[in-house]
């Protein structure tokens, strides 16, 4: 190899190595930024389904909000529980808040993000649709055409099922978890 055909190689290892860099740093900058903005969200979305709730705490291990309505040391202040849920909708990825009043009744749903369809899809955020999931049992999370409590919205049958899907199967999980944890603590 001559000289002639080094330095091509060294100016696009150089400007390779300076594009990664830089992207690695602003990943990490605005990365920062997008799990605050997630994190107040979710504190937002808590306050609304939980209009008396008066601090929370996250339990990272189990991925569960235990929502207090007075002192975090008391069990008997406990108003409800919340997490996060994610299906695979027509265009993407959705996230959702999921409140649970105990465990056999939802408290509520909020939809944290999406990539649905505009006008179509992206109904599964309006209120006709979340709605149906206050105080929805636990045992009627599905759609009406599979014999649950929620109507799918027309033309979104793909949305409206990750969502339902997505909420049943995570909630399951999460009351599982919520159950072995207080059977090993002794609560």
């Given at each position: 190899m001559n000289k002639?055909?080094?330095?091509?190689?060294?100016v696009l290892t150089i400007i390779v190595t300076t594009s990664v860099a830089t992207l690695a740093v602003t990943d990490s900058i605005t990365r920062e930024k997008i799990e605050e903005a997630k994190r107040m969200e979710i504190q937002q979305n808590l306050a609304i389904q939980?209009?008396?709730?008066t601090d929370f705490i996250f339990d990272k291990k189990l991925g569960i909000y235990t929502i207090y309505m007075g002192n975090t040391s008391d069990e008997d202040n406990i108003i409800g529980y919340a997490f996060e849920a994610q299906g695979s909708g027509y265009g993407g990825t959705i996230e959702m808040l999921v409140t649970l009043k105990d465990f056999e009744t939802l408290n509520g749903i909020a939809i944290i993000s999406h990539m649905e369809t505009p006008g179509l899809g992206a109904k599964i955020t309006e209120s006709s649709f979340t709605d149906q999931f206050k105080n929805l049992a636990i045992e009627?999370?599905?759609?009406r055409s599979d014999n649950g409590q929620v109507d799918a919205?027309?033309?979104?049958?793909?949305?409206?099922?990750?969502?339902?899907?997505a909420i049943k199967k995570t909630t399951l999980k999460k009351i599982k978890l919520l159950?072995?944890?207080?059977?090993?603590?002794?609560g």
């Open positions: 002639d055909d080094i330095v091509p190689i060294l939980f209009p008396d709730m009627d999370i599905a759609l919205i027309s033309g979104a049958t793909i949305s409206s099922s990750a969502v339902v899907d159950q072995e944890n207080a059977n090993e603590t002794g």
